[in-house]
């Protein structure tokens, strides 16, 4: 469908194609049929309207040029074909996208470019400018647009000349996009990504999220990326790509924003939420998530299993005296003397509780015992975190009934409050004899050490 001054009638041309796809259909199975109407020279002429039916079409084609120069001078026409002032792929494609979504078809562009040459005049720059951000950004802004063919070829020695490998600024710029765009299979067989929009993302974001933008221009603009209204980068490189480290950003809510030079701007919420080596039992946005954040990244726990920190498990003596001291940077102790029969040498925690013992962090339950597998109270981890400290001067106000003046762990649990390292279980008690949970204890410590 090229020419149209003598174009058929809807019906003749509608019967012709169904006759030809019923005969590929019987005799070459595998081949697609594509309608691929030529809007360049179709002007006020209704695409739909010859469209033969989805059960006859496979694809749908458009020939896609965008040149400097138009043929007529006529400025409606040359908006309708896209050239001259109007020269620009992302707008030339619209009709055959609207197409496509109207019955849901796959987009094949069967050919086109941006000639570097024509009328005896170089127009390079114009040519990679265009061809450098078509291929950048139609198959981001369209998704449906599957196959692009480009034209690379000229039409007679001074005529019209589209080939990129015989014009170095041509060349440079068909590399820059084609080698930018994760969209592009470059080789059979191959995988490629694809872009999805941020109003589709999930809205918890982790690890590195690849981000890239788009906003009509009739040239190439600067782009700035924000986060938190913090500048991150930019760039004027199509398709204006920044990647996002979120693990650098703590847990909680943040935003993103583009703005380019030309005043446009973009701005998405999502939430941080950080996966601590796969752990699946961390509840988003819970007291605890930021301490096992902390306490994972700096090698104070690893968890229970490579998939659960079993948040709201009794964590034992052991393993307290255990996170304290790597917490500390796991010094070795300055004596071999292990007062305890129920801590062995091959025991994770043996390091820890001689480091604790001889530092005076603990005493053990008894002169022969630690008990390492016994819950740690609340009363016993504030204690052991306020030794650690050097036992410094705690609060006077003692807003706690069930903490009475003159016990082990006394002053302990006032300067814990004081810090903000608990808060108690209510306004009047604190629960000493409690035992606590994982999540408690790295919270306790995060609060306190990080």
């Known amino acids: 469908m090229n020419v149209w001054g003598n174009a058929a009638s809807t ?7 169904r006759h030809i796809a019923g005969l590929a259909r019987t005799h070459c199975p595998k081949v697609a049929l594509v309608f691929s109407p030529n809007y360049s020279s179709a002007y006020q002429v209704d695409m739909d309207s010859f469209y033969p ?31 001259g002032t109007y020269g620009d792929a992302m707008l030339n494609v619209q009709q ?18 941006s000639a570097h040459y024509m009328r005896k005049t170089d127009v390079s720059s114009f040519a990679s400018e265009r061809v450098e951000k078509a291929l950048s950004f139609l198959p981001m802004v369209y998704p449906q647009i599957k196959c692009i063919i480009y034209s690379d070829t000229n039409f007679g020695a001074s005529a019209t000349a589209y080939s990129i490998y015989n014009n170095a600024t041509m060349t440079a710029a068909y590399d820059r996009a084609v080698g930018s765009n994760p969209t592009l299979l470059h080789k059979v067989g191959g995988r490629a990504a694809y872009y999805t929009r941020l109003s589709d993302y999930p809205s918890t974001w982790q690890g590195t999220v690849e981000l890239a933008a788009y906003t009509y221009a009739s040239g190439r603009l600067t782009a700035t990326w924000y986060v938190d209204g913090h500048a991150l980068s930019s760039t004027s ?45 961390l509840e988003v946005g819970a007291y605890y998530t930021n301490p096992v954040v902390w306490a994972v990244k700096n090698g104070v726990t690893n968890g229970t ?8 498990a009794t964590c034992t003596r052991a393993q307290v005296v255990t996170f304290l001291w790597r917490a500390k940077g796991s010094p070795e102790p300055q004596s071999a003397a292990n007062p305890f029969t129920d801590v062995k040498r091959d025991d994770y925690f043996y390091k820890a509780v001689l480091w604790a013992v001889e530092n ?18 609340r009363a016993q981890v504030v204690t052991f975190l306020h030794r650690t400290e050097g036992s410094p001067a705690a609060g006077s106000a003692n807003p706690f009934t069930d903490v009475p003046a003159g016990q082990y762990y006394t002053d302990a649990v006032l300067w814990a409050v004081a810090k903000n390292i608990t808060n108690g279980t209510s306004a009047t008690t604190f629960s000493p004899n409690a035992t ?14 990080a």
């Open 96 to 113: 055959a996208v609207n197409l496509s979504n109207l019955h849901r078809k796959p987009v094949i562009i069967t050919e086109g470019g």
């Open 11 to 17: 019906t003749a041309f509608i019967s012709a194609f």
């Open 305 to 312: 299993s490579a998939t659960t920190f079993s948040p709201n």
């Open 53 to 83: 039916g989805d059960a006859y079409v496979d694809w749908v084609g458009v020939s896609l040029y965008y040149n400097r120069y138009s043929n007529n001078g006529d400025d409606a026409r040359d908006a309708f074909y896209g050239v």
């Open 237 to 281: 490189a199509y398709p204006y790509r920044v990647s996002l480290n979120t693990e650098t950003l703590n847990n909680g809510t943040h935003t993103i924003k583009v703005v380019f030079s030309n005043g446009a701007s973009r701005e998405y919420s999502f939430y941080h939420s950080y996966v601590v080596a796969g752990f699946q039992d």
């Open 436 to 449: 606590c949970t994982r999540a408690q204890i790295v919270t306790f410590l995060y609060r306190d050490l």
């Open 360 to 377: 005076g962090i603990t005493n053990g339950t008894s002169a022969t015992t630690f008990s390492p597998g016994d819950g740690c109270t």
